[in-house]
């Protein structure tokens, strides 16, 4: 009996963590709206940097809805602790990323603005998807 119930709560992680794994369009789409925000400072016009901002910050609120209805579940989940430092490191890098492609325009150099803008989309897009591994290992773990 006790072993049934055990491989009953192992089968429903294993769901839950299927069906938490965002879709394919998601952390491309995302990577996108993040490099929009990294460069925002290329604009050099705080109406139009604000506006660029406002406007990637609408795309994320979709998302999530996308998301939520989609998988049935809320980008604002609890992470574990793997998937939490990796939250944490995604997040660090995003604003170092914009802090430099800020300076990049102070500065006057606006062509490594592009390389910021990368490296924002490559932190949301592949780093997402290993968020979403990590995280999933963790419920399957019961973490």
């Known amino acids: 009996m006790a072993k049934a119930t055990l491989d009953a709560i192992s089968a429903d992680r294993q769901k839950l963590a299927c069906r938490t794994q965002a879709p394919a369009w998601y952390y491309p ?65 995003v604003l170092v990323m914009l802090f430099v492609s800020a300076l990049f325009t102070v500065v006057g150099q606006q062509a490594w603005i592009v390389a910021t803008a990368a490296i924002g989309f490559l932190t949301m897009f592949p780093g997402g998807l290993f968020y979403d591994r990590i995280y999933g290992a963790e419920l399957r773990r019961g973490l």
């Open 29 to 93: 789409v995302l990577g996108i709206v993040t490099a929009a925000i990294v460069s925002s400072p290329a604009i050099n016009n705080p109406g139009w940097m604000a506006s660029v901002i406002a406007g990637a910050c609408a795309v994320i609120v979709f998302l999530e809805y996308a998301y939520r209805k989609s998988t049935g579940f809320s980008t604002n989940r609890i992470p574990g602790p793997r998937s939490l430092l990796v939250l944490i490191g995604i997040g660090v890098l």
